[in-house]
């Protein structure tokens, strides 16, 4: 686990300044990045966030585990390059357009080739930090 910061400083759009690597989630704008030591290091790309009734998760999480090619038994729908960081919400590719308004059922769905690279940057125990709220 990682030690989150007592006062964090707020880094532009809300992410704070962390030290160790961080993965930023704006659902406002539905935009996620990843920073090292306050710098900005990959993104920021588009995201595709939780719908009504399956919010994503806002606050301090940690990546938990990973699974490459993952298959959600639950909704019956592939979710490549999951990477699990609050109980069964996920960062994870879709085949399909992140451009819809419904939104996912919790997790945070990106274009396949931002989720590819996205797993080369986070390791379980990296912290992850949500804010906003997604408009409907």
Not at 25 to 44: A, H, I
Not at 104 to 111: A, D, F, R
Request: charged fraction near 15%; proline fraction near 8%; charge should be positive.
């Amino acid at each position: 686990m990682f030690a989150r910061p007592a006062a964090a400083a707020s880094a532009p759009l809300g992410c704070p300044r962390f030290q160790a690597r961080l993965a930023c989630v704006d659902l406002t704008r539905q935009t996620m990045w990843v920073t090292e030591r306050g710098k900005t290091v990959w993104g920021p790309v588009p995201i595709r966030s939780g719908r009504p009734g399956y919010e994503t998760r806002t606050g301090w999480h940690a990546i938990e585990w990973k699974a490459k090619e993952h298959w959600s038994t639950l909704y019956n729908a592939p979710m490549p390059y999951s990477q699990f960081f609050s109980g069964g919400q996920a960062f994870h590719g879709t085949y399909t357009t992140i451009y819809t308004p419904s939104g996912s059922h919790g997790c945070v769905n990106l274009h396949l080739r931002d989720a590819r690279q996205l797993w080369n940057l986070l390791t379980p125990g990296t912290p992850v930090y949500i804010w906003g709220a997604r408009r409907t």
